[in-house]
């Protein structure tokens, strides 16, 4: 099927569109927009329980520096210590046992 050039310049502009209404938004509020996210809570240190780690930080390099603990298969808490997102990703991470992944499990 052979897409004429309004249709490809049409998509473009929606992909363009989508690219900068996401570079716009903090990383907090494009991880809330995920279900996964209520899975996952800020994570706490048993040595430092009183030291705050934030939960999400935005880069700026278009990333997500991601320090939670999400819900695994047997209730407890899997920490996801450090881990580097892009903005456009934090839609379609999973939680994989605990485990956060871009993608299906």
């Avoid at 052979?2 to 490809?8: A, F």
């Avoid at 900068?20 to 996964?36: I, R």
Wanted: aromatic residues 10%.
């Amino acid at each position: 099927m052979r897409l004429s050039g309004i249709t490809v310049v049409i998509g473009i502009l929606v992909f363009w569109g989508y690219m900068a209404q996401t570079a716009e938004k903090d990383c907090l509020s494009l991880w809330q927009q995920n279900p996964v996210s209520q899975s996952c809570k800020a994570y706490v240190s048993a040595v430092a329980p009183d030291q705050a780690t934030p939960m999400l930080v935005d880069l700026q390099n278009g990333q997500c520096r991601i320090t939670l603990t999400c819900e695994n298969w047997y209730g407890g808490g899997t920490p996801n210590l450090f881990r580097y997102f892009q903005k456009a990703q934090l839609v379609n991470i999973h939680n994989c046992d605990g485990e956060l992944q871009v993608g299906p499990c």
